[in-house]
Structure formats: structure tokens, C-alpha cells
């Protein structure tokens, strides 16, 4: 007789989630997980996998929840200026909670693990090119409202605003305060302008 499953599988995801998104897939260890979950090593593996498969549907599930909740408001039809300060509000806003204060779980993943796991570098290349596809369109509708300078092509303004946010990534996670970062979205609205 197979055993019952004995916890909510997408608690477990969300408390792995938080654990890999705090400390890192290294700093994470396989009785970290049970610990935090509250699962045994057995309802882990025979649920999720090994740690990179639990690590890997971590990372979805953040994506999932973290950033397309963010970006939603840039995937709607025919966003632009507004939507783009609406987006940069919501980071703020994020970073300023304390799960925002453990970064980018995305950005943390590329920094950590990207350059020794070439498939997950790969799949992150993807994400990158999706996020800069989506600032790109954002920005092209602007331009075509007459709300964001025009005498730079929208793939460049895109490529700018991705480096930038990525770059802030990479400052906070290496000790500078977000709030000293935060300045550089009102600085690229003006870029924005012209």
C-alpha cells in the first residue's frame, strides 16, 4: 500500500523557496531543508528530487511568484512611461520589505551558480533576454506616445535598464544599502526624457 503524503507539497516548495533565497544553494544543506520544512529527507527526494531539483523548482516558484507579480503591470497591451514608473514603485517597495532585503533570488543564482552549471546558465541567458524583450516593448510604446526620447533606439534604452538593475543587484548583494540605489530609477526617468 503506497504511504500517504503527509504535507502540503507547495508549503514545502515555498519554505525551500525562502530558505535557497536567503542563504544560497551552498550555504543550503539537505538537513537545512528538512529542518525548515518540517518534510523528511524521504518526502523530499520522493516529492521534488535531489537538492538541485528542489533548488531548480525553487527558483520557478520564485519567478513565478516574485517577479511576474511585478512585471505584471509591464505585460499589459500597450504599457509604457506610467507603467514603467508603476514598476520601478514596486521595486522599491519590494526591497524595501524584508524579503526583498535577501536580493534577487534570480540575479543570486546567476552570481553563484550560473558559471559552474551550464544549463542553468543557459536558461538564465533566456530569462535575461525575456526581461530586456519586455523593457524594450514597454519602451517602444512610449516612444511611440511621445513619452520617452526617441533619439535612442528602444533596444538600447532596454539593454540600460536591464545592466542598471542588474548592476543594483549586484552592489546590494555586496553590502551597498538599497535605499543609496533606489535613486537610479528617478535618474533613468529623466534619462527617459531626453
Not at 528538512?34 to 538541485?52: A, E, M, Q
Not at 524579503?99 to 552570481?111: F, I, L, Q, S
Amino acid at each position: 500500500m503506497a504511504r500517504t503524503r503527509e504535507f502540503d507539497p507547495d508549503d514545502a516548495l515555498d519554505k525551500a523557496m525562502r530558505l535557497f533565497w536567503e542563504r544560497g544553494f551552498q550555504h543550503t544543506s539537505m538537513e537545512d531543508l528538512v529542518r525548515h520544512t518540517g518534510v523528511s529527507r524521504y518526502g523530499l527526494y520522493g516529492t521534488f528530487g535531489n537538492k538541485d531539483a528542489i533548488y531548480h523548482q525553487a527558483l520557478m516558484r520564485y519567478i513565478q511568484i516574485k517577479k511576474d507579480e511585478m512585471r505584471r503591470a509591464l505585460r499589459t497591451p500597450g504599457a509604457g512611461r506610467l507603467a514603467l514608473e508603476a514598476y520601478f514603485r514596486d521595486i522599491d517597495a519590494f526591497v524595501s520589505s524584508d524579503e526583498g532585503r535577501k536580493g534577487c533570488m534570480v540575479y543570486n543564482t546567476a552570481a553563484e551558480l550560473a558559471p559552474h552549471h551550464p544549463e542553468l546558465a543557459e536558461y538564465l541567458r533566456g530569462l535575461q533576454v525575456e526581461v530586456r524583450n519586455l523593457f524594450e516593448q514597454v519602451i517602444r510604446n512610449g516612444q511611440q506616445a511621445g513619452d520617452i526620447r526617441t533619439d535612442i533606439p528602444a533596444a538600447d534604452l532596454a539593454m540600460t535598464l536591464f545592466t542598471m538593475e542588474q548592476g543594483m543587484a549586484a552592489l546590494n548583494r555586496g553590502g551597498t544599502a538599497i535605499d543609496d540605489l533606489m535613486s537610479c530609477y528617478d535618474t533613468y526617468l529623466k534619462f527617459l526624457e531626453g
